[in-house]
């Protein structure tokens, strides 16, 4: 088995790939999820938790709360 080089953690392939209706091991559209920039990952990763427009809310959290700009 070929280890794969993903941009993102497992962790985060698995839900990218879930958002798409893939199942979670379907590495398919890796290479799509690979050219995301990490402002879309995270917003798609909010949007399978159920955030929905809520990235940029979160990312401005993080800056007020933790002095942190993503």
Same mark, same amino acid.
């Given at each position: 088995?070929?280890?794969? =080089? *993903?941009?993102? &953690?497992?962790?985060?392939?698995?839900?990218?790939?879930?958002? #798409?209706? %893939?199942?979670?091991?379907?590495?398919?559209?890796?290479?799509?999820? =690979? *050219?995301?920039? &990490?402002?879309?990952?995270?917003?798609?990763?909010?949007?399978? #938790?159920? %955030?929905?427009?809520?990235?940029?809310?979160?990312?401005?959290?993080?800056?007020?709360?933790?002095?942190?700009?993503?």
């Amino acid at each position: 088995m070929t280890e794969v =080089n *993903n941009k993102f &953690p497992e962790s985060i392939m698995r839900k990218l790939r879930q958002r #798409e209706d %893939l199942e979670s091991d379907d590495t398919s559209m890796d290479n799509i999820f =690979n *050219n995301y920039s &990490p402002d879309t990952a995270f917003e798609e990763v909010c949007g399978w #938790e159920g %955030l929905i427009n809520y990235s940029f809310t979160i990312k401005n959290w993080i800056k007020d709360i933790y002095k942190i700009e993503l």
